[in-house]
């Protein structure tokens, strides 16, 4: 910015001698004065200097030394030193009037207006900072209190409470997180009571067929009979098939719940047949006939195979239990629009209609189970199709057995 005034100063005396605004002085008179502008407290802030090109000063600005600025011949910016004082100087050749005009700035005084503007800006800045800082500290402290509130709130409480964070008056940003904590809470609080309620079923539950064990054991050793003997081991065979199958599905159970939700191209048909080729020792066991209908419906699903097969298996093997012997299960795939449905027909005797809002909880058991079921398959059906971001739909037979959807919504073919 100081150079370019000097620029602008050295071809404004140019422009104005070559307007005959400043008469240059003839050969051997005395120089004229140049007025130039002047800042009150500092010396001789621009000076001016008009050489006739033969090295005649013949004009000058007051306060401008009396040798030559600078000695460079060319237009434009050089450095010069004079009398001992560093100079920056502009200079403009006019070669209609002959003459050389030079505007030169002394170095230490254009470093002192330097200093004092730097000085006259940092000194606001150096007072206002420390103010501003303080403002921004209080009002981010302010801003911040509520959460050190909460904070101080969570850090009080016990790790079984988890009741919903008490009322109070709070900024609207706060809300949101209250209210994330709030859900947070209510669902460990859910999944804590069905945990404690799993425990405590699944203990009593396991009690009855393991003391049915000790009690047919002791009339084993207790009897010389060899029918009573081949009763009590009959029944403990039962007792241990129960015990098998629940402490399966509660493995089961617990590996549908802590399962990631990976989607993979899954073929369907193939899954139902390695799922009805799991339970053919059952069905077997049982005399019941299980039937694939499996048509084409466009390619493999893009779904979760483990979750899909857990579900599957458990819906088809309480089909095999509720049949009675020599009766068929049948297993369909089919669309319904966008949907996917893997459909299970029994000829039982089906889920009794006041059992059939209950159905999907555990270890709710209806007559059609038998003494061997567990209360467990449905649950991890239910779980599995929650998890699939599907459902699980009870259909009546026409009284006759039971119809078990299995629907994937909205399921892309892969």
Not at 149 to 156: D, K, Q, S
Not at 184 to 197: G, I, K, M, N, W
Request: a neutral charge; proline letters at 6%.
């Amino acid at each position: 910015m100081l150079d370019a005034r000097l620029a602008e100063a050295a071809r404004m005396v140019s422009s104005l001698m070559s307007g005959q605004r400043i008469a240059v002085a003839q050969a051997g008179g005395a120089p004229i004065s140049v007025p130039m502008p002047a800042v009150e407290g500092y010396n001789r802030q621009l000076s001016c200097q008009i050489w006739s090109l033969d090295g005649v000063m013949v004009g000058r600005s007051n306060g401008a030394p009396d040798a030559v600025l600078t000695d460079a011949a060319a237009e434009g910016y050089s450095r010069s030193t004079v009398d001992g004082e560093p100079w920056h100087v502009y200079s403009v050749i006019n070669r209609d009037l002959g003459v050389r005009v030079m505007v030169g700035d002394s170095l230490a005084v254009r470093d002192r207006l330097v200093r004092d503007v730097l000085a006259g800006l940092l000194l606001p800045v150096a007072m206002i900072l420390p103010i501003l800082a303080l403002l921004i500290w209080v009002s981010v402290a302010r801003g911040l209190a509520p959460l050190d509130r909460l904070a101080a709130t969570l850090r009080a409480r016990s790790p079984s409470d988890l009741s919903p964070l008490p009322a109070g008056p709070e900024p609207q940003e706060i809300r949101p997180v209250r209210r994330a904590l709030d859900t947070l809470f209510a669902r460990l609080a859910a999944a804590r009571d069905v945990e404690r309620d799993f425990t405590t079923y699944a203990a009593h539950e396991l009690k009855t067929p393991l003391a049915g064990l000790r009690t047919q054991a002791q009339v084993i050793r207790l009897s010389d009979d060899p029918k009573v003997q081949a009763r009590a081991l009959a029944a403990i065979e039962k007792s241990v098939d129960r015990t098998d199958r629940m402490v399966r599905q509660l493995l089961e159970l617990a590996a549908v719940d802590r399962s990631d939700v990976a989607t993979e191209p899954t073929d369907p048909g193939r899954l139902m047949a390695e799922t009805v080729d799991d339970l053919a020792v059952l069905a077997e066991a049982r005399g019941v006939t299980v039937q694939i209908l499996a048509p084409d419906i466009g390619g493999p699903l893009g779904t979760n195979p483990f979750l899909l097969r857990a579900a599957l298996r458990n819906v088809v093997e309480n089909a095999i239990h509720a049949s009675p012997v020599g009766g068929r299960v049948t297993v369909a795939l089919q669309r319904q629009g966008t949907d996917i449905e893997l459909v299970v027909r029994d000829h039982g005797q089906g889920i009794p209609p006041d059992l059939r809002d209950r159905a999907s909880e555990r270890f709710t058991r209806g007559q059609a189970g038998g003494p061997n079921g567990s209360g467990l398959g449905l649950s991890i059906v239910a779980s599995a199709m929650e998890r699939l971001g599907g459902e699980v739909i009870f259909d009546d037979s026409d009284g006759e057995g039971q119809i078990v959807r299995l629907r994937l919504r909205g399921n892309g073919q892969g």
